[in-house]
């Protein structure tokens, strides 16, 4: 029976890698699908889980419908990056050491037909608070709100159980931040950060007002497992959303850039992403990743 990777629906691990490959030119189809078929015995969708972008799937000549590649949308003076790769892998186990080595491992592994194009290291701060302080995620679905809004519940054997996820890198302005009064901290989240209740008199620009999941005509709930990063004195979150579908993300997304109503969220005054990449989660089924769509059957 099909099933989503477990680690979509679990919660945020202490630590965890983000690694984006891309295709080598040289990389056959039938050398891929090789690949990806000893990366999918690997796979138990819980300390590893991986997606699928648009590129590889089309370069399979496969189809998974709702994928695409992530867009660059500009509007209100806004530009958001997309910076689409092949194939992501999300590992949710063990100490920087740990992850370490089996980032190395895997890109060994993979070497002949991929190559690593981008790396984030994340790790739980606090009691799953963002950089700034504040806590991430307090309007995540749980339980089975959690699974209709991140799991295709229905479709043929090989989608049924799937996903989609958007990341993006966020990158935090920290000396803009810092300057401001907590007041307008508070303000531009819509949340105070010393007690995490949301503000009723926040402005209409506040974070947590531009993205009230129920605002929105259908209702635009997805799963966040978003982490902090840090590297040197830089840092942000590593935003990372799953849904059945992009639907929910992308009217999110043009809410926040004013495309409703003209207002920009006020979040973009102290971070921007830096990255954008969609991919598609394939599912599990007898206990191994679901590869089947894309021609890929394991012996």
Not at 21 to 34: K, L, T, V
Request: hydrophobic residues 40%.
């Amino acid at each position: 029976m099909a099933s989503p990777q477990s680690g979509i629906l679990a919660g945020i691990p202490s630590n965890a890698s983000y690694l984006s490959f891309e295709r080598r030119a040289e990389a056959s189809p039938d050398d891929i699908r090789q690949y990806l078929s000893m990366l999918g015995e690997q796979v138990d969708g819980h300390e590893m889980v991986i997606g699928i972008g648009a590129p590889l799937v089309q370069f399979l000549e496969a189809d998974v419908p709702g994928l695409k590649s992530c867009p660059a949308p500009a509007l209100s003076g806004i530009a958001l990056p997309s910076t689409q790769s092949d194939l992501w892998i999300w590992l949710r186990r063990g100490d920087q050491g740990d992850l370490f080595h089996r980032s190395a491992h895997l890109v060994e592994t993979l070497q002949a037909g991929f190559d690593l194009v981008h790396r984030v290291d994340g790790f739980k701060y606090g009691d799953c608070r963002d950089l700034t302080g504040y806590i991430d995620g307090t309007e995540n679905p749980t339980g089975s709100d959690a699974l209709a809004a991140a799991v295709q519940e229905t479709g043929v054997k090989g989608l049924l159980g799937s996903s989609f996820v958007a990341v993006q890198q966020w990158q935090h302005d920290f000396s803009v931040f810092e300057s401001m009064t907590q007041e307008h901290q508070d303000h531009t989240i819509g949340r105070r950060r010393s007690d995490n209740v949301e503000l009723d008199d926040a402005p209409p620009s506040a974070h947590v007002k531009r993205t009230a999941q129920e605002d929105f005509e259908p209702e635009a709930f997805v799963l966040r497992r978003s982490m902090p990063w840090r590297q040197g004195l830089e840092g942000g979150l590593q935003f990372v959303a799953f849904g059945h579908s992009f639907d929910a993300f992308e009217a999110q997304l043009q809410r926040m850039m004013g495309g409703d109503d003209g207002i920009v969220d006020a979040l973009f005054s102290i971070s921007r992403p830096v990255t954008g990449e969609y991919y598609w989660c394939p599912p599990m089924s007898a206990g191994q990743l679901d590869l089947s769509v894309l021609g890929i059957n394991y012996g």
